[in-house]
């Protein structure tokens, strides 16, 4: 939970926000024909996708429960017994052969559930096919969708929102014209389905889906009714229909039985039954005042003005397309809302944790089934939580890590015989943690692991102790985890993971990823034992057995190396291929989102990795832009963070033209493309504008940290650094001309500048800041080839530190001196 203190300031910054509202909106002259022109629309339990038709309005349905299968688990019992195996044939260079026994003993199936579409909901106008001066948006200042066009003189309008606060989908649909709205209002949906229509409400039930053998347990109920209108209202059998109206206005809600991952017991027609008591006589505007109200609290928290060109104007659709040869920065700061929209949309406390596709999904079969991908994709969804000041968000993630570390206790001990909590590369609603897809992808034994960093630096920024309490024992478990499976490699005396791998990639000539301590896994490794030795110190736990282990441990772990081609290497073997442009950089874990590759710390290992980032390319998968446009704000180019941007927002006009357009990563809908479409890359591209405009990882709160060249002005409001400070800054002429740091909770805080600084109580830092929430990584120095004659080292601009000590509520003012 968020302390007091933080939700005091956080409504301080959203009176002052506002009256400086971004009024950001997505806005098209013609309907959507396809799912990737629809505009999303959602409020964690419900999502869904306005097409906008003039004659026909479609609203595809999710339900974040409605999952196939039903609870279980997928370890196989197999594993423990052949896990020795595995190792020795590891360590002595048979990873082909290990890869074979791990496929036969280890992935016993089944492979996870999907995320199913709930169906579509039609809106048929009579004789509107002519329609006149259309126009359809998603106005995300609001999170309103909106729908206008005028047919023989009469104006039509229709607003659709996800109520936040009544958890409705709410539509209104108005003419101007007394007696012109004429509709039939129908629901289909491709799985089996029964509908009956009592009362104006068109009461569909449909069924879940049996996979790889697991029965389904789920069955979710969607009601559709007509609350009020003017008009005349019929009910046919599978249909209502509204005649001679001026206004209608249509709800919609659905649940399912799930309770949770392991009970089912719930009753969907319960659920909906107290939804709608809940909106029964109240007024659209209503609603609408009270879901306006609810996004405000989290959205209007930030707001970024970035340069506009005439482009800015044009359509959505047109301006993407225009993107690329134009000068429209402030398309780059609606990617940046928009990251913060759907994230606001697609999780929420108490609800499920976004999914690969948020939660909008309109296929039986998902691309990857929807699920939860925990070698980089889940994390991405949510690196925007913190920083973008939606820590609340991040709460239906929170839930997830603490299923895990109940699911994957069972795991570690059956599959590894292993005491702490384990989750692979994978998992779904019923919180599987055993791996799936085979061992190339899914034997990946720190996804866990990573998932519970999420909950440190929750503590990072916020310095809630209560919630680090709260969560102590998923910390601990995750280190323990890793102490008891790590091994020692005989050839280099290393404690390390093994079996893992490197997500998705294998060093050349292996014939597999199967390795042991790869680059990644090192660093999660270090990041979990760090933080649960640091978590130890400040609850006071005393516990001289574990902090002597964690420790020696520590110790123990490889470094990182520098290979021949002055590389981060990736794996413990010098094996990374130069011309190699794979989309996945894992070993730069150590880069973003850790904090462990420093240009003051460690330059040389900076230096390494802009030779890997330079090694893989500027182009890639929608998501592995995302994560690199974060990884070149952390090597503090902006300018490059915004060619990769750039590369982004290329117009992707539908899965079936990626021959036309090679090199589209972004829908008309301003979707993430990987392609097909996945939500990870909106996230990550909202988090890493974040981080070039803001940094709090490296011992200080660095003002303007990576500023392209073409963001020669503009101001950011409410940004949030870890220390549990809050940030306004404002630029001009490419430099900061001011800065107001509200802190939070008290504590010291240092402040990173490229210009000298002036404000009151500053003095010049000296030594590392004191304020534990911004600490430094404390790693070993690097393995540098012997291949390598000259260590590269890219030159690092000049900063100026300073430090200040701070009162809760307290705000810094900064200028330039």
Not at 232 to 237: A, G, Q
Not at 266 to 291: E, W, Y
Request: some cysteine.
């Amino acid at each position: 939970m968020m302390n007091k203190r933080i939700l005091f300031v956080t409504a301080l910054v959203l009176i002052v926000s506002f009256a400086n509202a971004d009024n950001r909106r997505l806005w098209y002259t013609q309907s959507a024909t396809h799912w990737l022109e629809a505009l999303p629309i959602g409020n964690s339990h419900l999502g869904a996708m306005v097409y906008g038709g003039a004659d026909t309005e479609q609203i595809q349905l999710n339900e974040e429960t409605f999952w196939s299968g039903a609870p279980h688990n997928n370890n196989s019992l197999e594993a423990k017994e052949h896990l020795q195996e595995v190792r020795q044939l590891i360590f002595e260079g048979k990873e082909s052969e290990a890869h074979k026994v791990i496929d036969k003993h280890f992935f016993k199936g089944p492979h996870g559930m999907r995320f199913l579409p709930l169906g579509d909901v039609f809106i048929k106008f009579w004789n509107h096919r002519n329609a006149k001066q259309y126009e359809r948006e998603l106005n995300i200042d609001d999170a309103v969708a909106s729908v206008s066009y005028k047919v023989d003189g009469v104006n039509y309008h229709r607003s659709i929102i996800a109520s936040l606060a009544d958890n409705v989908i709410a539509v209104k649909l108005n003419a101007d014209k007394k007696g012109a709205l004429n509709f039939s209002l129908s629901y289909e949906s491709e799985l089996d389905n029964l509908q009956k229509v009592n009362d104006h409400c068109i009461i569909a039930t449909v069924k879940g889906v049996e996979q790889e053998g697991i029965k389904s347990d789920l069955t979710a109920e969607c009601r559709i009714w007509v609350e009020r209108t003017d008009g005349t209202i019929t009910d046919n059998r599978q249909s209502v229909t509204v005649r001679d109206a001026s206004e209608a206005i249509v709800y919609i809600t659905a649940a399912t039985n799930f309770v949770n991952y392991h009970d089912v017991s719930g009753n969907a027609s319960v659920k909906n039954d107290k939804t709608m008591a809940s909106v029964k006589g109240q007024s659209f505007d209503n609603i609408l005042r009270k879901h306006i109200d609810k996004y405000h609290e989290q959205y209007r928290r930030v707001a970024l003005t970035l340069p506009k060109s005439e482009q800015s104007n044009l359509p959505t659709d047109k301006r993407l397309a225009a993107f690329a040869e134009g000068n429209d920065m402030d398309l780059v700061a609606l990617m940046f809302q928009y990251g913060r929209y759907l994230l606001i949309c697609s999780s929420q406390p108490g609800g499920q944790a976004a999914n690969l596709q948020g939660v909008w999904n309109d296929k039986i079969k998902a691309p990857w089934d929807g699920k939860y991908t925990i070698n980089i994709n889940t994390e991405m969804n949510y690196w925007i939580s913190e920083v973008g000041h939606l820590s609340d968000s991040a709460e239906p993630l929170f839930s997830l890590i603490k299923d895990l570390s109940e699911t994957g206790t069972l795991t570690a001990k059956q599959m590894y015989g292993c005491n702490g909590w384990i989750a692979h590369h994978n998992t779904d609603i019923w919180r599987i943690a055993g791996p799936v897809d085979g061992p190339t992808w899914g034997m990946f034994p720190t996804g866990g692991a990573w998932l519970s960093t999420h909950l440190w630096q929750h503590y990072l920024f916020t310095g809630d102790k209560t919630f680090l309490r709260q969560n102590y024992p998923i910390l601990r478990g995750a280190a323990e985890f890793l102490l008891d499976y790590m091994q020692r490699h005989p050839q280099y005396g290393w404690l390390m993971t093994v079996p893992t791998v490197s997500p998705e990639h294998g060093p050349a000539g292996k014939g597999t990823t199967i390795t042991a301590g790869s680059t990644m896994d090192n660093q999660i490794v270090f990041d979990v034992l760090t933080q649960q030795l640091q978590a130890m110190k400040i609850l006071g736990i005393k516990d001289a057995k574990m902090t002597k282990r964690l420790s020696e441990a520590l110790q123990d772990l490889p470094p990182m190396q520098i290979g021949q081609y002055g590389q981060l290497q990736e794996w413990l073997i010098d094996a990374d291929d130069p011309k190699d442009e794979h989309r996945h950089i894992s070993h730069l874990y150590g880069l973003y989102p850790s904090n462990q590759i420093s240009p003051y710390s460690h330059p040389e290992l900076f230096s390494a990795a802009a030779t890997t980032l330079a090694q893989r390319g500027d182009m890639a998968t929608g998501w592995s832009l995302g994560w690199k446009i974060n990884f070149w704000a952390r090597m503090l180019d902006g300018d490059h963070a915004l060619k990769i941007i750039n590369n982004m927002l290329h117009l992707l006009p539908d899965d079936s033209r990626t021959k036309e357009y090679p090199e589209g990563r972004t829908y008309p809908n301003l979707f993430d493309a990987h392609p097909p479409f996945q939500i990870d890359g909106n996230f990550g591209c909202a988090a890493g504008i974040a981080e070039m405009l803001l940094q709090s990882q490296d011992g200080a709160v660095h003002l303007l940290p990576a500023l392209p060249e073409r963001w020669q002005e503009g101001k950011v409001n409410g940004l949030c650094a870890r220390g549990g400070f809050v940030v306004d800054e404002e630029w001009e002429a490419g430099k900061l001309t001011q800065a107001v740091i509200t802190s939070t909770v008290g504590g010291v805080l240092r402040i990173r500048s490229y210009i000298p600084l002036t404000g009151k109580g500053l003095k010049t830092a000296k030594g590392n800041c004191k304020n534990h929430l911004l600490s430094k990584a404390d790693i070993k120095n690097p393995l540098i080839s012997s291949k390598v004659k000259e260590t590269p080292q890219i030159p690092i601009r000049k900063v100026y530190e300073y430090d200040v000590k701070t009162k809760a509520g307290e705000k810094i003012e900064v200028k330039p001196l």
